[in-house]
């Protein structure tokens, strides 16, 4: 990556995870980094530099002035933004009935919405540069979703929708848009402080404990590297013809061939009763 051209990159969720390792590796690459967390010290800390290349930015993605300012200062400190790279997320578990309704809106607030804020206020400068490339990192469980994660699946395969359309409005404008969609990886994604789980379970949903209980086992054993995900995703910011989609890890591919499969042969099922309904 030494000798890519120099970008500036604006990243969120940067002080743990896939966000720290691609924060890291952009930087050791001499990279323009702009990168945000809720708390600056952690995010400083975990970086672990003050290099003139890095701006660390303390930002609420849910607040849409907070973003327009971060936005902006990047776009002040480096004179462009060419990369934007939506990390940031929340992960909750649960049936629908087991959680409140604060409890979802705070996963779509920081999934969804905090992700159209950056995106809305990121595309001003990049349709003026006539450039850019805006990754949106979503999930398997954005394309498809196990027992269990009902509310996490519904802000990921809304990340997914919004970015297919997203890379056929920006087009004309040579802006770029994909959608990473990871399997499991050993990140801290499962830890107590990155995962909400229903704080009065209902003991009917035997389903929805056994699938908990399966990925908190997995925890600290998933299959991802992290450091190999972030490499790939750096390179698709450079890359002048980036995929729409990007899936990520054995698990994420085995998963979206049998989705596929699956809904290929129900679509075929019903075609009869599907076609029936024109004039």
Known sequence: MQDKIKKTWFITGASKGLGLAIVKQLLAAGQNVAA???????LTTAVGTTHKNF???QANLADDTSVKQAIAETNTTFGSID?????????????????????????????VFGTINT??????????????????????????????WAPYAATKFAIVGL?????DDVRAFGIKATVVAPGAFRTNFLNDDSLAIPQNPIADYADVRASHQHYLTMNGNQAGDPEKAAAVMIE??????????????????????????????????LKDITTSTDY
């Open 55 to 57: 701006l660390p930015i």
């Open 119 to 148: 995106i809305r206020h990121v595309l001003p400068y990049m349709r003026q540069q006539q450039s850019g490339h805006i990754i949106n990192i979503a999930s398997i469980a954005g394309f498809t979703a196990g027992t269990g």
């Open 83 to 111: 990369v934007l790279i939506n990390n940031a997320g929340y992960g909750i578990g649960g049936s629908l009935e087991e959680l409140t309704d604060a409890e979802v809106r705070t996963a779509f607030d920081v999934n």
């Open 163 to 167: 970015t297919e359309v997203l890379a």
């Open 36 to 42: 945000t967390s809720r708390n600056i010290a952690s």
């Open 236 to 269: 698709a910011g450079f890359n002048p013809n980036p995929p729409v989609h990007l899936f990520l890890g054995t698990d994420a591919y085995t998963r979206a061939l049998a989705k596929i499969e699956s809904l290929t042969n129900e679509i075929e099922l």
